[in-house]
C-alpha cells in the first residue's frame, strides 16, 4: 500500500506510468530473468555478511499477494540503476513475511512493500510503499550522505514553502515520522494538517476524512499524546455543532475524530438521539460509511440494517469487487487459508451473510430475501447456506427457510449445532 495513502487512484496512475515506461524486455515473461540485486540469504546471514564487508543492509519486506510489490519487481528492482547500486554498495535481500513471520514481527513490519536499511547493524531508515527506481535511487542517495528519509523531506518542504505549502509533501512527512516512530513530529505535522490543509487544497477534502484519518487513527493508538491531541480538535468541532455556525461539514468531521480517538460512544449516543428523526435523515446519510462500521462493531444489527442504503446493490457489489465468479468453489470443501479464490468467496460469502442478517433484524424482510437469493444463485457450496441460517440465529429471526436450507445441506458438520438452535428459537416462540 501507499505510504503516503493518497488512495488508489493516486496509486494506480504511478503504477500505469512505472509499467509505460519500463521497456519491454524488462516485462516480457518469456526472456531470460533480470538480474536481481538480491541475495538468497536469510536475515541473520545477511547480518553477517554487510558487517563482514562493512556495507548497508536493505531488508525488503514483501508477499507474494502484493500488488505493489509485484509492481516493483517488474520496475524498480529490475532497473539497471538500482540494480548496479545494490550490488556495488549494500547487502540487499528479500523477506517473505509470510515464510518468515517472525522475522517480520521482530523487524515490525505492518505493510507491504517496506524496506529497511540497516547501518553497523542497526536500522537507520525505512521506507513504506511502492517506490519508483527514482524514489530508491534518490533514497539510497540520502542515506550515502546519512540523511534520513524525514529529513530530506523536510529540506524539500522548506524549500517549497518559501514559495508555497506543499500539502502531498507534508502528508507524506506524517506518515515517514509515524513509521519511522517518531509520534511526536507525526502527531504535530497530522495536527497542522487538519487544521490547515483544506485551506491551501480543498481537493484534499475526502484524503482528510479517509487515508489520512485512518493514519491518525493509528497514531492515536500508539501514543497518547496523540490521541489528547486529536481529541481536543474534535471537542472543538463538537463546540461548533451545538452553535450557530454548524454545517454538515463540521459533522462528518466529527464523527470521523470521534473513530480517531477511539470514541465510538459518543457517535453512538448522537446516533441513538437522532435515528428516528426523519429531519436527520440527511445527516446520517453523510455518515453513513463511519456509522455502518460502529454498528457492525458494536452488533447493533437492527439499526445496521436500517441505515443500509441499498442492500440488493451492496450484494451485487460484493460479488462483483471480489470476483466471486472467478473462482470456483473448493472441492474437497475444506478451510483454505492460502488460497485467494477460497477467500474472497469466504469473504463474499460472510458479507452477504450479514447483509441479510441486518436487513432481518431491521424488518426488511423482502430485501433480505434478494440478498439470500443472490448468494444462493451464486454459490453452490454449502457455507452460504449455512452461513444465512447463521446470522439469522445471530440477530434472533428464524423463518421457515431456514429449516428448509438446513435440510438440504444434509449432515454437513455444522449443520446440526445450527439445527439445535433453530429449534431452540422455535420453541421460545
Known amino acids: 500500500m501507499s505510504d503516503t495513502r493518497i488512495g488508489w487512484m493516486v496509486f494506480l496512475g504511478i503504477a500505469l506510468a512505472m509499467i509505460a515506461r519500463t521497456p519491454a524486455a524488462a516485462l516480457a515473461l518469456d526472456d531470460a530473468p533480470a538480474p ?3 541475495r538468497s540469504m536469510n536475515y541473520d546471514e545477511a547480518l553477517a555478511a554487510a558487517a563482514e564487508s562493512d556495507t548497508p543492509l536493505l531488508v525488503y519486506a514483501t508477499a507474494v499477494w502484493c500488488g505493489p510489490c509485484r509492481i516493483m519487481e517488474q520496475t524498480t528492482w529490475v532497473d539497471e540503476r538500482v540494480v548496479e547500486r545494490l550490488r556495488d554498495s549494500m547487502v540487499a535481500i528479500k523477506l517473505d513475511v509470510d515464510e518468515e513471520p517472525e522475522t517480520a514481527r521482530k523487524l515490525a513490519v505492518r505493510a507491504m512493500p517496506t524496506m529497511i536499511v540497516f547501518v553497523d547493524g542497526e536500522e537507520f531508515d525505512r521506507k513504506v510503499g511502492l517506490q519508483t527506481a527514482e524514489q530508491m535511487l534518490e533514497w539510497l542517495d540520502g542515506v550515502e550522505r546519512g540523511e534520513r528519509g524525514v529529513d530530506a523531506l523536510r529540506r524539500r518542504i522548506a524549500e517549497h514553502e ?8 507534508r502528508l507524506t512527512l506524517a506518515q515517514e515520522l509515524l513509521v519511522a516512530g517518531d509520534h511526536e513530529h507525526s502527531t504535530r505535522e497530522y495536527v497542522w494538517l487538519w487544521r490547515n490543509m483544506l485551506d491551501h487544497d480543498p481537493a484534499y477534502t475526502g484524503v482528510r476524512v479517509s487515508f489520512m484519518a485512518s493514519s491518525m487513527k493509528e497514531l492515536s493508538e500508539m501514543h497518547e499524546p496523540a490521541a489528547e491531541a486529536f481529541g481536543a480538535i474534535r471537542d472543538e468541532v463538537e463546540a461548533i455543532l451545538r452553535s450557530d455556525e454548524a454545517e454538515m461539514s463540521h459533522l462528518v468531521d ?20 437522532v435515528k428516528d428523526d426523519p429531519e436527520a435523515e440527511n445527516s446520517i446519510y453523510r455518515v453513513r460509511t463511519r456509522l455502518e462500521r460502529v454498528l457492525r462493531e458494536h452488533a447493533r444489527w437492527a439499526d445496521l440494517g436500517s441505515i ?6 451492496d450484494a451485487r457489489r460484493t460479488l462483483a469487487t471480489t470476483r466471486f465468479a472467478e473462482h470456483p468453489p473448493n472441492g474437497s470443501g475444506e478451510a483454505d487459508p492460502n488460497n485467494r479464490g477460497w477467500l474472497a468467496r469466504r469473504h463474499a460469502i460472510s458479507e452477504l451473510s450479514l447483509l441479510y442478517g441486518a436487513c432481518l433484524a431491521a424488518g426488511r424482510e423482502d430485501e433480505a430475501n434478494e440478498v439470500a437469493a443472490i448468494l444462493l444463485d451464486a454459490a453452490v457450496e454449502p ?19 431456514h429449516r428448509e436450507w438446513l435440510d438440504e445441506v444434509g449432515d454437513h458438520p455444522d449443520a446440526a449445532e445450527l439445527r439445535a438452535a433453530v429449534e431452540d428459537a422455535g420453541a421460545s416462540r
Open 36 to 38: 536481481s540485486p538480491f
Open 383 to 401: 457455507e452460504a447456506k449455512l452461513s444465512l441460517v447463521g446470522w439469522a440465529v445471530h440477530v434472533g429471526e428464524i423463518r421457515p427457510v
Open 254 to 273: 466529527w464523527v470521523t475524530l470521534n473513530e480517531v480517538v477511539g470514541d465510538d460512544e459518543r457517535t453512538l449516543a448522537w446516533f441513538d438521539r
Open 162 to 169: 518559501q514559495r508555497d505549502v506543499d500539502i502531498e509533501a
Open 308 to 313: 443500509l442504503a441499498n442492500p440488493v446493490v
